[in-house]
């Protein structure tokens, strides 16, 4: 004989679902203290940032070019302006409202993101290192190095360059 089917366990009462409260409909806050709209940029301070820098990039800020070309390491010119700042991604904090942000190629990471700043006053080019982890040096026609103080403007000599931390780059003045 078969035993009789299992009964279902009795219904047990649900309880009620209560509807939620009434909400008060926006009110509108007076511009001034309304809270800004915020947008989720990605970080570019990222090192892997950098790494899409494959050749030099110069933003331009100023329309007073000058007659002197910076010659990278290699061999581009770049057309220089009354004030230049130089590194792997610049900023211009700090620097002359006209300067032009040089960001140059740097697979080593020897530069800094913002290494230097370089002046042109009429034929003569100065450079001051911006604080930079690997520094900044004043090279003589011959070659021979003089490291330079941070924020201290130093004037490049006639056929000079200037190493970056280690970077070598020259300058050409056009007549």
Known sequence: MQAPPAQ?????????????PPVAPPVAMPAAQQAPAVSVVPSLDDDDYDDLFESTVVVVRSTQTT???LI???????????S?????KPSGKGAPDDAQLVSLSDQSK???RTHALLEVDGDRLWVTDLGS???TEVLDAR????EIAADKRTEVPKDGSISLGGRIV??????
């Open 170 to 175: 020259s300058f050409k003045f056009q007549a």
């Open 110 to 112: 020897v530069l800094s």
């Open 67 to 69: 007659p002197w070309l």
């Open 143 to 146: 070659g021979r190095g003089t």
């Open 8 to 20: 279902a366990p009795p219904l047990q009462a649900q309880p009620a679902v209560q509807a939620p």
């Open 72 to 82: 990278d390491i290699d061999e581009t010119p770049f057309v220089l302006y009354r």
């Open 133 to 135: 982890t690997n520094g």
């Open 84 to 88: 230049n700042v130089l590194g792997r």
